[in-house]
């Protein structure tokens, strides 16, 4: 069986349409626009200007880690992603060494500098 595969001078339509202005449907948006005239993103809240949580997002509050592979997948998407994080306010951590990993019934994990470091941002 054999597959086409869309090119940027042969769209496969003129508009998509993306449910969700979270980072899954931005991320889905953006890889999107490669293929589209147009993408559009509906979202059931107002988006704000700022960085802010929103109504339909519950978990917006909770802090948050990205983790290296992600941050990598986000960069080719969105070059200087990781800049802007860390100028939002996101602080640079090493995973195996900031994080305290505790799994019942098992010792706690001891601390390993990786040779990475990735993000994590603080709830509002």
């Given at each position: 069986?054999?597959?086409?595969?869309?090119?940027?001078?042969?769209?496969?339509?003129?508009?998509?349409?993306?449910?969700?202005?979270?980072?899954?449907?931005?991320?889905?948006?953006?890889?999107?626009?490669?293929?589209?005239?147009?993408?559009?993103?509906?979202?059931?809240?107002?988006?704000?200007?700022?960085?802010?949580?929103r109504?339909?997002?519950?978990?917006?509050?909770?802090?948050?880690?990205?983790?290296?592979?992600?941050?990598?997948?986000?960069?080719?998407l969105?070059?200087?992603?990781?800049?802007e994080?860390?100028?939002?306010?996101?602080?640079p951590?090493?995973?195996?060494?900031?994080?305290l990993?505790?799994?019942?019934?098992?010792?706690?994990?001891?601390?390993?500098?990786?040779?990475?470091?990735?993000?994590?941002?603080?709830g509002?």
């Amino acid at each position: 069986m054999k597959r086409a595969v869309a090119s940027k001078n042969s769209y496969l339509g003129k508009r998509a349409i993306v449910v969700g202005a979270g980072l899954g449907g931005l991320s889905a948006a953006r890889a999107l626009s490669d293929y589209f005239g147009e993408v559009m993103i509906l979202d059931r809240d107002e988006l704000p200007d700022d960085a802010i949580p929103r109504p339909g997002v519950p978990q917006g509050r909770h802090p948050h880690g990205l983790l290296g592979g992600g941050l990598k997948a986000l960069e080719n998407l969105f070059p200087g992603f990781g800049n802007e994080l860390l100028r939002a306010g996101a602080e640079p951590i090493n995973p195996g060494f900031d994080v305290l990993n505790e799994v019942p019934g098992q010792d706690v994990w001891p601390k390993i500098k990786f040779s990475w470091s990735t993000t994590r941002c603080r709830g509002r």
